[in-house]
């Protein structure tokens, strides 16, 4: 049985036991990874996850199921159990079914050029950015991880309203550990690349990117311990974000856990921050047509000028608030609940390429790695102390590497004192965004 027909006799056989309006969510996702190893296939993996949930009222109340299978007998199950569960429910605030958005934007974010592209192919194409790696310089001593990972979801919602949607997307990602070694020196660069389109890799671009990035931190010095003005390199500022990007949530304020609870229409960052969710963002890897409720997606500036213009929302918090919802209901599977997320959300890139930042600058630190995000910093707060990598600036110019060393400040606080925001934006696969970040200054303690 396939979805369509499947979910058409689970609205009818749902009607037949007595639930009122219902919802069907499927979402499937399919992964390959492999990982190489001195030019021979180190791992190979191929891996398919998903399944579907239910939810009906019965009896005026909401009740919820899910399964794995479909065939017959989940049918019954989930009808069943979706009973069961309404019976017991005690929420005096009620989820109800959405009928739908009057229109859908209908962009295709899935590659089938991606997907065409034969597996020894792929792995052929490990293989030489590897050898590019390990021959590129005499002090690379190791490759700890050259890995390609393919990933592929699909989702469908369909309810007892008429309303059914459909989409799929997908990307690939190399990832690349390089260590690297001088006399006693021992040092390690991390290298991630995200593509839809697997006709744009170069295996030298990336094995030169990979190896120069492990390099560059050869040669590390210490520096002294004070508050500096930081450059957070795009992707450490989009890793820094991704870790507060909760406090940006309705559903997070309403419980008292986000300093921005009542916020909105006040001025929380520097005027040059505009903060922007874009779902249909053609470099965005969380991109989406219709939310987890399926409330038609659609552009949101969260942050305008420094100016907080709104949460992220679902149907629930903004019916709390007394405002429209944002679309970002979100299902971290087909077995969770609602809650909320963004989809793409990024920083507005500036018009200043990240030499510029620097040769502005007469001392100042450039981050490149962030460690320890979750374990060293508090949502709540907006407090953080983790560890970092990085290069002093002297006079305009990169100096040298910085020895291990720890930054700390406060999110909120960071915010308002972004001085540049550079153009060079950079998307994580959480589909989390970010240029590169000139901040004021911030605590650095070298070891």
Same mark, same amino acid.
């Given at each position: 049985?396939?979805?369509?027909?499947?979910?058409?006799?689970?609205?009818?056989?749902?009607?037949?036991?007595?639930?009122?309006?219902?919802?069907?969510?499927?979402?499937?996702?399919?992964?390959?990874?492999?990982?190489?190893?001195?030019?021979?296939?180190?791992?190979?993996?191929?891996?398919?996850?998903?399944?579907?949930?239910?939810?009906?009222?019965?009896?005026?109340?909401?009740?919820?199921?899910?399964?794995?299978?479909?065939?017959?007998?989940?049918?019954?199950?989930?009808?069943?159990?979706?009973?069961?569960?309404?019976?017991?429910?005690?929420?005096?605030?009620?989820?109800?079914?959405?009928?739908? =958005?009057?229109?859908?934007?209908? &962009?295709?974010?899935?590659?089938? *050029? #991606?997907?065409?592209?034969? +597996?020894?192919? %792929?792995? !052929?194409?490990?293989?030489?950015?590897?050898?590019?790696?390990?021959?590129?310089?005499?002090?690379?001593?190791?490759?700890?991880?050259?890995?390609?990972?393919?990933?592929?979801?699909?989702?469908?919602?369909?309810?007892?309203?008429?309303?059914?949607?459909?989409?799929?997307?997908?990307?690939?990602?190399?990832?690349?550990?390089?260590?690297?070694?001088?006399?006693?020196?021992?040092? =390690?660069?991390?290298?991630?690349? &995200?593509?839809?389109?697997?006709? *744009? #890799?170069?295996?030298?671009? +990336?094995?030169? %990117?990979? !190896?120069?990035?492990?390099?560059?931190?050869?040669?590390?010095?210490?520096?002294?311990?004070?508050?500096?003005?930081?450059?957070?390199?795009?992707?450490?500022?989009?890793?820094?974000?991704?870790?507060?990007?909760?406090?940006?949530?309705?559903?997070?304020?309403?419980?008292?856990?986000?300093?921005?609870?009542?916020?909105?229409?006040?001025?929380?960052?520097?005027?040059?921050l505009t903060v922007i969710d874009d779902p249909f963002h053609e470099d965005g890897f969380? *991109?989406?047509?219709?939310?987890?409720?399926?409330?038609?997606?659609?552009?949101?500036?969260?942050?305008?000028?420094?100016?907080?213009?709104?949460?992220?929302?679902?149907?629930?918090?903004?019916?709390?608030?007394?405002?429209?919802?944002?679309?970002?209901?979100?299902?971290?599977?087909?077995?969770?609940?609602?809650?909320?997320?963004?989809?793409?959300?990024?920083?507005?890139?500036?018009?200043?390429?990240?030499?510029?930042?620097?040769?502005?600058?007469?001392?100042?630190?450039?981050?490149?790695?962030?460690?320890?995000?979750?374990?060293?910093?508090?949502?709540?707060?907006?407090?953080?102390?983790?560890?970092?990598?990085?290069?002093?600036?002297?006079?305009?110019?990169?100096?040298?590497?910085?020895?291990?060393?720890?930054?700390?400040?406060?999110?909120?606080?960071?915010?308002?004192?972004?001085?540049?925001?550079?153009?060079?934006?950079?998307?994580?696969?959480?589909?989390?965004?970010?240029?590169?970040?000139?901040?004021?200054?911030?605590?650095?303690?070298?070891?």
């Amino acid at each position: 049985m396939n979805i369509e027909q499947f979910q058409q006799k689970l609205l009818e056989d749902g009607k037949n036991s007595g639930f009122g309006d219902m919802e069907v969510y499927f979402e499937k996702s399919t992964r390959f990874a492999c990982q190489v190893y001195k030019g021979e296939l180190d791992h190979y993996e191929t891996a398919e996850d998903g399944g579907l949930s239910f939810r009906g009222t019965y009896n005026g109340k909401m009740g919820y199921a899910y399964t794995e299978k479909l065939d017959e007998e989940s049918i019954t199950f989930l009808l069943e159990s979706a009973k069961a569960n309404a019976e017991v429910i005690e929420d005096e605030e009620q989820d109800d079914i959405f009928a739908g =958005s009057d229109s859908y934007e209908d &962009i295709d974010f899935y590659s089938k *050029s #991606l997907d065409e592209v034969p +597996i020894p192919d %792929k792995i !052929a194409f490990l293989k030489e950015v590897e050898s590019k790696v390990a021959n590129y310089d005499s002090r690379i001593a190791s490759i700890n991880s050259c890995k390609l990972i393919e990933q592929s979801n699909e989702r469908v919602l369909a309810n007892s309203k008429g309303l059914s949607l459909h989409e799929r997307k997908n990307y690939l990602a190399l990832v690349l550990s390089v260590i690297v070694k001088h006399g006693e020196e021992t040092k =390690s660069g991390f290298q991630v690349e &995200i593509t839809k389109d697997f006709t *744009s #890799l170069n295996a030298d671009e +990336i094995a030169k %990117k990979a !190896a120069d990035e492990a390099l560059s931190y050869l040669g590390g010095k210490s520096i002294a311990s004070k508050k500096y003005p930081i450059i957070l390199r795009n992707d450490a500022a989009a890793d820094l974000l991704g870790t507060f990007v909760s406090v940006f949530s309705a559903e997070i304020a309403q419980k008292g856990r986000s300093l921005l609870k009542d916020k909105e229409g006040e001025k929380i960052a520097a005027e040059k921050l505009t903060v922007i969710d874009d779902p249909f963002h053609e470099d965005g890897f969380d *991109s989406r047509n219709f939310d987890g409720e399926g409330v038609a997606s659609k552009i949101c500036s969260v942050i305008e000028n420094g100016t907080l213009k709104t949460l992220l929302h679902n149907r629930k918090t903004a019916t709390k608030s007394g405002v429209e919802t944002t679309g970002h209901a979100y299902k971290a599977s087909y077995k969770g609940t609602l809650t909320v997320a963004p989809s793409n959300f990024y920083v507005v890139p500036g018009k200043k390429n990240r030499d510029e930042l620097v040769n502005s600058l007469n001392e100042a630190v450039i981050v490149t790695k962030l460690s320890g995000l979750h374990s060293g910093a508090n949502a709540v707060s907006g407090n953080f102390s983790v560890a970092a990598q990085g290069f002093y600036v002297k006079d305009g110019k990169v100096s040298t590497p910085v020895k291990q060393m720890t930054i700390a400040g406060n999110f909120f606080e960071l915010l308002k004192e972004i001085q540049e925001v550079g153009s060079d934006l950079y998307f994580a696969t959480s589909g989390i965004g970010a240029p590169s970040l000139l901040v004021k200054e911030l605590s650095v303690t070298v070891e």
